[in-house]
């Protein structure tokens, strides 16, 4: 916090007692927990991560195993363990039971034993007599002569039967143990249970279902930010909340400073944790986060993007695309200045170089002017800077790959060129800015479908007062709107300050221009739930 590495904290406390450690963390009004969290997990001990081999010796060869196969092999460790121990008690125990059985026979016969042993001359003697009258192994005849006196008394003689029919219940039991998996298996979690009930103690660790690495988007709040982009190529971002809303006619106020022989081009809203495709005009395309962009202040010109993607020479950003993740069923749909249109699979660039990748063909006198996001099968709609517009079904566009040239989307008068594409939707209206700072609505159902190909219909009356058309978007009545221009004058207004009218109208002043001065690009966002400020120097 004192070096500055971690920003949002306010104080710091330690309040450790007998119980134990506890630092209380007192957050900055407006810092997020998770973020700041997540930066004391990464600059701090207070995560430590650390890589486990499963390296073992199986069977004499070392193997590298999955934990499964690890709890397997441990689980047939113990089988082995169970099953080995059985067998040495199972043997041990017939051992004794047949000893047992020859001192049985020699209680049960005592005068006739103590008669041979009596006579025999030696030790010798005697054992070969009792194994010669009983039926006795060498080791059980020695048994009966290592007997000692006090064994022969009734007590001794009734505890040497007893133990004889014990031995025979455990070897029955241990036999069956050889002979079931299960009884095995039993006795191997019988015992695990007691070791835990023996040794176990409370948990000290969490487990998890979970627990992904931290990435950067972890270390980054996420917030809505303004992309500014200028046509010689400087980009920056900006929080949304440095614009205030103004009403329509106001001034506006300066977003990037720009050189003379430069204008602002483009304008963009996005999250810090989106992908941003940047779609170039020679139709490659460049894969970016929003927070890689720098942040500037308002009035700066920002940090030349070919110093964040490897352009070629001549490539300048055709259209800055948002995109939260890639996933099956959507689609790109792009447009050229000349009216060539086409409609690739979004998971067709979902791995990009950093090179860029091909995103569709360009003809040499041609390049690629918008591209957006495509669910389905909805309509498509192209307007030109002649103020004609032309609507058609998605359907009509098939499904290209990547390095496909695309199809006429609509048919150009000699001089006209594409200023906008929007993926038609019927709850909204469309928006028609021109160049001296005239703009209009227009509701959707007044745009009739038509084929693809065609010279479309009137979307503005085009006149030396509107100058040629800019913008064609669509909004609806929740969006706001920002208007940006060469200077670099940027205005902000709710959408439903802006009339909705018909088709062959001119429309109303949305934003005052200084002389020379023209609108170059419209961007659409959501509109706060805020009060209008009053236009600056009223």
Not at 153 to 173: A, N, Y
Not at 184 to 200: C, N, P, Q, S
Not at 320 to 327: A, G, T
Not at 350 to 371: Q, T, V, W
Request: proline residues 2%; aromatic residues 4%.
């Amino acid at each position: 916090m004192r070096d500055g590495k971690i920003e949002g904290i306010g104080d710091l406390r330690d309040e450790s007692d007998r119980e134990g450690m506890r630092i209380a963390v007192e957050l900055k009004r407006g810092a997020v927990a998770g973020v700041i969290l997540n930066q004391l997990y990464k600059h701090t001990p207070m995560q430590s991560s650390f890589g486990v081999i499963l390296l073992s010796i199986v069977q004499g060869q070392p193997r590298v195993l999955c934990l499964r196969d690890m709890l397997q092999l441990f689980l047939d460790h113990r089988k082995e363990v169970v099953t080995r121990r059985t067998v040495f008690e199972l043997r041990k125990a017939e051992e004794r039971a047949h000893i047992l059985e020859g001192l049985k026979i020699a209680v049960e016969n005592i005068d006739e034993v103590v008669a041979i042993i009596k006579k025999s001359k030696t030790p010798l003697e005697a054992k070969e007599g009792l194994m010669a009258r009983f039926e006795l192994s060498e080791i059980q005849a020695q048994a009966i002569l290592d007997l000692r006196l006090q064994r022969l008394t009734g007590l001794e003689r009734d505890k040497i039967i007893q133990e004889w029919e014990e031995i025979q219940g455990i070897i029955r039991r241990l036999k069956e143990i050889l002979a079931s998996e299960k009884l095995i298996f039993k006795i191997i979690a019988d015992e695990l249970t007691e070791i835990r009930e023996k040794f176990g103690d409370a948990r000290r660790t969490e487990i998890m279902a979970t627990q992904q690495e931290i990435s950067v988007e972890d270390l980054i709040q996420e917030e809505d930010m303004v992309v500014t982009v200028s046509h010689n190529g400087y980009i920056k971002r900006n929080p949304v909340s440095l614009y205030r809303a103004q009403r329509r006619g106001g001034r506006g106020k300066t977003g990037m400073t720009t050189r003379d022989e430069d204008f602002v081009e483009d304008l963009f809203i996005a999250s810090t944790h989106n992908y941003v495709l940047t779609f170039s005009t020679k139709g490659k395309l460049y894969w970016l986060k929003v927070h890689e962009i720098p942040q500037a202040g308002r009035a700066t010109k920002g940090k030349a993007i070919i110093n964040l993607l490897n352009f070629a020479q001549g490539e300048n950003v055709a259209a800055i695309l948002p995109v939260r993740e890639f996933k099956e069923g959507l689609s790109i749909v792009m447009c050229t200045r000349n009216g060539t249109i086409k409609k690739t699979d979004l998971m067709a660039f979902s791995n990009p170089r950093a090179g860029g990748i091909i995103a569709l063909g360009i003809e040499e006198n041609d390049e690629l002017i918008s591209a957006a996001l495509s669910e389905g099968n909805k309509d498509v709609l192209i307007g030109t800077s002649e103020g004609m517009t032309i609507r058609f079904d998605a359907q009509e566009v098939r499904e290209m790959g990547r390095t496909a040239y695309g199809v006429r989307g609509i048919k150009l008068e000699e001089g006209d060129f594409v200023v906008g594409m929007e993926v038609v939707n019927d709850a909204a209206t469309i928006l028609t800015v021109s160049a001296n700072g005239m703009g209009k609505r227009t509701p959707t159902e007044e745009y009739r479908v038509q084929g693809r190909g065609g010279v479309g219909v009137i979307t503005m009356k085009v006149t030396d007062r509107t100058g040629k058309v800019v913008s064609v978007k669509q909004v609806s009545d929740t969006d706001g709107i920002m208007l940006i221009t060469t200077s670099g004058k940027i205005i902000r207004m709710p959408v439903n300050n802006i009339s909705v009218i018909g088709r062959n109208t001119q429309g109303v002043r949305l934003i005052n221009l200084e002389p020379g001065e023209q609108v170059s690009a419209v961007a659409k966002l959501a509109e706060a739930d805020e009060e209008e400020e009053k236009v600056e120097g009223e």
